[in-house]
């Protein structure tokens, strides 16, 4: 079965560095999202994104948030400068044209310390 | 978007199967019914999506009702590795999804 893949899996960095957060979908994904989940909070929506642009996008996703897909394979949520809540996992996940199910990578646990 | 009202949690025993329900009074004409999986650490897993009466599928079954205020998600013969959270979300086409708490399912030797 077609995966999600992301890297990595565990990301630690100190507050106020730059990360990226790596996605490869799924080849005949059109949609892309970036989900997060905080420990023992809810799955949150952060950004989805279309035909190279935003679609749309949260509260959450403040200027300190950026996704692209450079090359048309990967797609990459950029965190300019972390703060100790941005703490979380963080989810890619990707829809087909024909499916509205959408299939989730596993995750990227960002530690801010 | 529609919400979404689901159990807490729910106990069950190996071997058992399992009803969650899940309420969405205000599901729209265009809406669809989907329930996913979630392990602790883990991405939500698709388990299966319906609009109306029932659908099957390898893992699940899912029970609409005509006026479609609510689905049960069926999980014959769960087993250990079926312990998670499952949630009950409602929407269509390309929308965000907004996840509830879900239903903690735990299942029992």
């Known amino acids: 079965e077609p995966e999600v893949t992301q890297t990595p899996s565990h990301q630690v960095t100190q507050m106020g560095q730059e990360v990226i957060l790596r996605c490869v979908p799924i080849?005949?994904?059109?949609?892309f999202y970036w989900y997060r989940q905080i420990l023992g909070q809810k799955v949150e929506f952060l950004v989805s994104?279309?035909?190279?642009?935003?679609?749309?996008k949260s509260e959450i996703f403040d200027d300190q948030f950026s996704v692209e897909r450079p090359d048309g394979s990967n797609f990459t949520l950029k965190i300019r400068s972390t703060k100790l809540e941005d703490s979380a996992m963080y989810f890619c996940?990707?829809?087909?044209?024909?499916?509205?199910?959408?299939?989730f990578g596993s995750g990227t646990r960002l530690t801010v310390v | 978007l529609a919400k979404t009202t689901q159990p807490i949690s729910m106990d069950s025993y190996e071997g058992q199967e399992v009803n969650i329900t899940c309420s969405h009074n205000?599901?729209?004409?265009?809406?669809?019914i989907t329930w996913y999986q979630q392990f602790p650490s883990q991405g939500p897993r698709f388990i299966i999506q319906g609009y109306k009466t029932k659908v099957t599928n390898e893992v699940a079954s899912l029970f609409i009702p005509a006026d479609r205020k609510s689905s049960t998600l069926s999980l014959p013969r769960v087993s250990l590795s079926d312990t998670a959270v499952y949630y009950c979300l409602v929407g269509f086409g390309r929308r965000q999804l907004t996840f509830g708490s879900g239903t903690q399912l735990t299942v029992l030797p």
């Open positions: 994104f279309y035909n190279n642009e935003i679609s749309e």
């Open positions: 205000n599901i729209a004409t265009n809406d669809y």
């Open positions: 996940a990707g829809q087909s044209r024909d499916n509205y199910g959408y299939t």
């Open positions: 080849s005949n994904h059109l949609y």
